[in-house]
């Protein structure tokens, strides 16, 4: 091959993999924001101020339920260029609601409902309304990337690769997102003293550079792959569920998008927590990140080092082009159950955030072999698949109960322990395709 057609045939593939950056970065500062607004809008909540806190993550996961079969039904119907194109649609309304919601609690903070002992600001429920928008967004171009990556063939590369290579640079933007949040949209100020004016600015800055994007990838190529959807018109003969491996797929990702998401969106909670108890969370004997008159905040610290434990773990697990899926995932949540247990043992957070490098790299890991074999049933698969994260939505919300409930963060993390353990069954067992299931056409 020439070194033109390879770059020709490598450019799709950078596309989809930006926009992947894209959906990272803002899933993230989508949880990053959760801290800060509990600060601002739920300062009067009372007893239920980690469940409503939560309610962001809940409603942002909530658009993947919802839409992600949408999603599949697009890219069958209008292909994988248009259904992306579509997503961004979705992600731009998503960020002019999370502006509307900042100019609402700004302007107007005591309109508010109430509930017992609880205030809650309107601005609250319009960005709980941001958080699903950017959910379906999320969900509908995770669509398309996932089957794409996985089927659009690269020399000397395996799907578990390409899905690592695409996740490693989504985890770029999961790693900046909360440092960014702490010291660019809130200019490095202490978190107590923050007010949500200053979400203003940089949404407005975010809905032109996604429109931007919008019409940069309207004008480029991005190939249509065969045998990777439904014809226009053609009936699928077996409902996807008839295939256990992906059925059993759908349930571990489920688990898998749960406890990920929720030590990202709630550890910093546990951190605040720990901090009111007079536990400081320690980076190097230091207490606090001030740079000049910047608090860049230990808590962002947690988060980022966990989102960037995806970024290196991904980086590595690309190069394993001998070590299959199904062992990969065996050995990473066998250790990652491990860690949890330790951590809620010592209450030392550090290792929650060990667990980074371990997740990072068992979405690739299940996908590829939740859809091993598929076929035509790839894009419908994957619209099922997507609408599995909104497992981040259901334990990111139990866990903010169980901590209101037992009066602290410290022992919820053994749901993390529960999901690691049902995703090392699927490892060992559910991953399996019986013969039944091999499709030869």
Same mark, same amino acid.
């Given at each position: 091959?020439?070194?033109?057609?390879?770059?020709?045939?490598? @450019?799709?593939?950078?596309?989809?993999?930006?926009?992947?950056?894209?959906?990272?970065?803002?899933?993230?500062?989508?949880?990053?924001?959760?801290?800060?607004?509990?600060?601002?809008?739920?300062?009067?909540?009372?007893? @239920?101020? !980690?469940?409503?806190?939560?309610?962001?993550? *809940?409603? *942002?996961? $909530?658009?993947?339920?919802?839409?992600?079969?949408?999603?599949?039904?697009?890219? !069958?119907?209008?292909?994988?260029?248009?259904?992306?194109?579509?997503? &961004?649609?979705?992600?731009? =309304?998503?960020?002019?609601?999370?502006?509307?919601? =900042? $100019?609402?609690?700004?302007?107007?903070?005591?309109?508010?409902?109430?509930?017992?002992?609880?205030?809650?600001?309107?601005?609250?429920?319009?960005?709980?309304?941001?958080?699903?928008?950017?959910?379906?967004?999320?969900?509908?171009?995770?669509?398309?990337? !996932?089957?794409?990556?996985?089927?659009?063939?690269?020399?000397?590369?395996?799907?578990?690769?390409?899905?690592?290579?695409?996740?490693?640079?989504?985890?770029?933007?999961?790693?900046?997102?909360?440092?960014?949040?702490?010291?660019?949209?809130?200019?490095?100020?202490?978190?107590?003293?923050?007010?949500?004016?200053?979400?203003?600015?940089?949404?407005?800055?975010?809905?032109?550079?996604?429109?931007?994007?919008?019409?940069?990838?309207?004008?480029?190529?991005?190939?249509?792959?065969? !045998?990777?959807?439904?014809?226009?018109g053609e009936k699928l003969e077996r409902s996807i569920w008839s295939f256990r491996h992906f059925a059993l797929g759908v349930l571990a990702i489920f688990f898998y998008v749960g406890t990920e998401v929720a030590i990202g969106a709630n550890i910093n909670l546990h951190a605040f927590e720990l901090m009111r108890g007079g536990t400081p969370i320690t980076f190097f004997g230091k207490t606090d990140m001030?740079?000049?008159?910047?608090?860049?905040?230990?808590?962002?610290?947690? =988060?980022?080092?966990?989102w960037g434990g995806f970024l290196v773990g991904r980086s590595i697990s690309s190069f394993f082009s001998h070590i299959s899926a199904r062992a990969q995932l065996t050995t990473t949540t066998l250790l990652a159950a491990l860690l949890a247990i330790i951590s809620m043992i010592t209450q030392?957070?550090?290792?929650?955030?060990?667990?980074?490098?371990?997740?990072?790299?068992?979405?690739?890991?299940?996908?590829?072999?939740?859809?091993?074999?598929?076929?035509?049933?790839?894009?419908?698969? =994957?619209?099922?698949?997507?609408?599995?994260?909104?497992?981040?939505?259901?334990?990111?919300?139990?866990?903010?109960? &169980?901590?209101? &409930?037992?009066?602290?963060?410290?022992?919820?993390?053994? @749901?993390?322990?529960?999901?690691?353990?049902?995703?090392?069954?699927?490892?060992?067992?559910?991953?399996?395709?019986?013969?039944?299931?091999?499709?030869?056409?």
């Open positions: 091959m020439t070194s033109t057609a390879q770059k020709a045939s490598l @450019l799709p593939f950078l596309i989809i993999t930006f926009i992947y950056f894209l959906v990272g970065f803002l899933t993230t500062v989508n949880e990053q924001l959760q801290a800060p607004l509990q600060f601002t809008f739920l300062q009067h909540a009372g007893k @239920l101020k !980690n469940t409503l806190t939560t309610l962001i993550s *809940f409603f *942002f996961f $909530l658009g993947y339920l919802i839409n992600g079969t949408l999603g599949s039904k697009w890219v !069958n119907s209008f292909g994988y260029k248009k259904t992306i194109l579509r997503g &961004l649609l979705f992600m731009i =309304s998503g960020l002019f609601t999370y502006l509307l919601s =900042s $100019l609402v609690g700004h302007r107007y903070p005591d309109i508010s409902v109430h509930h017992g002992d609880a205030s809650i600001p309107s601005g609250f429920f319009i960005f709980l309304l941001g958080s699903y928008l950017m959910g379906t967004a999320a969900a509908i171009i995770q669509v398309v990337v !996932n089957p794409y990556v996985a089927s659009y063939e690269l020399p000397g590369t395996q799907p578990v690769q390409r899905l690592n290579i695409t996740t490693a640079i989504n985890s770029i933007g999961t790693t900046s997102a909360p440092f960014f949040v702490t010291a660019i949209i809130f200019s490095g100020i202490s978190i107590e003293n923050i007010q949500i004016q200053q979400l203003i600015l940089p949404f407005i800055l975010i809905i032109c550079c996604i429109v931007l994007v919008y019409f940069v990838t309207n004008k480029l190529h991005i190939p249509d792959i065969v !045998n990777t959807r439904a014809s226009a001030v740079f000049g008159n910047i608090d860049l905040g230990i808590h962002a610290l947690l =988060s980022t080092l966990y030392n957070l550090w290792y929650l955030v060990a667990i980074g490098l371990l997740h990072s790299s068992m979405w690739s890991c299940i996908y590829s072999l939740a859809i091993k074999g598929l076929n035509k049933y790839t894009s419908k698969a =994957s619209g099922v698949f997507i609408s599995a994260v909104f497992g981040g939505a259901v334990f990111t919300l139990i866990q903010g109960g &169980l901590a209101d &409930l037992l009066g602290s963060w410290r022992w919820t993390w053994s @749901l993390t322990v529960l999901c690691e353990l049902l995703m090392l069954y699927y490892a060992l067992y559910g991953s399996r395709i019986r013969g039944k299931d091999l499709i030869t056409a």
